[in-house]
């Protein structure tokens, strides 16, 4: 199948109180080498933040969104998707977890046409440095998503149900009804992708995890709000 010319690629920001990383996230985000546009959605940080931002209005390609109040990751992304101009979406995280520099290959199945959808996987590469809760609560919701939708993977294993990097086509979100505004998001998103059948591929991405004292705001909560999300759908989603 020949390789289609790169689409143009939204990338989503979701962004709350990240002072200390947010001006160097975007400045990598920035110096990528693709055709893309940038989305930030503010969650009504108080630490600064929003002065930063301030900073990057003027930049070609940036657009910023200042909510008024917190409503969670999850919404800030569904914020940002509203707001897409390009075919492809991918979230960036502004932790500085995930690098940037990835795109090319994340995007390379869609061009080259292996795939609808590709995750960025932390696992492919290895056991990433994690907490022991932490990897575990990824491990189970992992196995959870294979086991229970199996029928619709048709023979795909993923490895990293709650990577950052989902990439996928913007239309595909036209119609689709994502409940969760939180962290769950990822995973309602994953399983909806999932269920109207396109074709995933996972690809190694690199990971430089950070703790609590660096403001990782991920909590057991999540995991647990994931979980259910995934029993939900399966058993009880009409839609």
Known sequence: MSKQPAPL???????YNERRTIDALLRKVMAVDVDKEIIVVDGASEDG???????FEKEEGIRVV??????????????GIRRARGKVIIFQDADLELDPNDYPALLEPITSGRADVVFGSRFLRGKPQMTFLQYWGNK???MSV?????????GVRLT????????FPRKSFKGMRIENNNFAFTV??????VLARYRIEEIPISYFPRGRSEGKKIYWGDGVASLWTLFKIRFFDRT
């Not at 933040?49 to 301030?54: F, G, N, Q, Y």
């Not at 990293?160 to 990439?167: A, F, I, M, S």
């Not at 309602?188 to 992708?193: C, G, K, N």
Request: aromatic share 8%; with cysteine; proline share 2%.
């Open 66 to 79: 200042y909510q008024d109040e917190r409503r969670g990751r999850g919404n800030a992304l569904k914020v």
């Open 146 to 154: 294979n086991f229970l939708y199996a029928r619709e993977l048709r």
């Open 140 to 142: 189970v919701i992992n």
């Open 9 to 15: 690629l939204s990338v989503i920001v979701p962004v």
């Open 49 to 55: 933040t929003v002065e930063i931002l301030k900073n």
């Open 188 to 193: 309602e998103l994953t399983v909806r992708l």
């Open 160 to 167: 990293d149900v709650e990577t950052c990097y989902q990439v």
